[in-house]
Structures are given as C-alpha cells and as structure tokens.
Nanobody
Framework: QVQLVESGGGLVQAGDSLRLSCAAS????????MGWFRQAPGKEREFVAV???????????DYADSVKGRFTISRDSAKNTVYLQMNWLKLEDTAVYSC????????????????????WGQGTQVTVSS
C-alpha cells in the first residue's frame, strides 16, 4: 500500500507561484509513475502532469496543454516525494490538486487517465484570486 499526502496549497493571487508536495509512505514510489490531477467545483477531474518512474537514464514528463510552460513536475527519490511547481497561476487553476501513483514497468510510461492510477492522496486546495 502507498499512502500519499499532498501539501503546499493555499490562496494566492493571479501571477503568483506555488509548489505542491506529495509525500509518499508505506513503500517506495520509485517504481511508480506519479501524476497530478485537479478538480474544480462542478467539473470533472482532469489531468495536470505526470512524471515517469525512477530507474531510467532520465525522466519523462507530460503536461496538460493548459499548464505547459507554467507548471513543472519533479520527483526526489531520496525523499519519496513528488513536486508540482506552479508559476504564473491563473484564476482557472483554482481546484483541488491530488497526486496519484501508477504502477510502471516501463521507464517511459506516463499515464494521463485517472483509471491508470492505483493510489490517490486526499488533495490540497489551490485558490487563485484576481
């Protein structure tokens, strides 16, 4: 079992930055692709970013078009933690952000669908005001 706990959310103004953290416990997440998803009120959960599992020569990452160039996903194997650096935040980024873990045998596997993920955190609220 993998337990995931997100932190770092808050209330910020448009144009500001935030860094979200996703701390894993229970087992190492090195063999998992790690993703970030978000859900705004009244909307479906949507993919934000994913990073491939550890062990390859480099990491692969993928982003939703709406966050490309503004958000960066990274992982720290020593800390068993995944991060989401969010810059130039917009009003439409307001949502609950959740991290998730997907078992990955392939070093380049970067799933974008929620049903690819086995473990989920509770989420952290990000609110962007004008």
């Amino acid at each position: 079992q993998v337990q995931l706990v997100e932190s770092g959310g808050g209330l910020v103004q448009a144009g500001d930055s935030l860094r979200l953290s996703c701390a894993a416990s229970g087992r190492t997440i090195s063999s998992y692709a790690m993703g970030w998803f978000r859900q705004a009120p009244g909307k479906e959960r949507e993919f934000v970013a994913v990073i491939s599992r550890s062990g390859g020569s480099t990491y692969s990452a993928d982003y939703a078009d709406s966050v490309k160039g503004r958000f960066t996903i990274s992982r720290d194997s020593a800390k068993n933690t995944v991060y989401l650096q969010m810059n130039w935040l917009k009003l439409e980024d307001t949502a609950v952000y959740s991290c998730a873990a997907a078992p990955a045998g392939d070093y380049f596997y970067t799933p974008t669908r929620p049903n690819n993920y086995d473990y989920w955190g509770q989420g952290t609220q990000v609110t962007v005001s004008s």
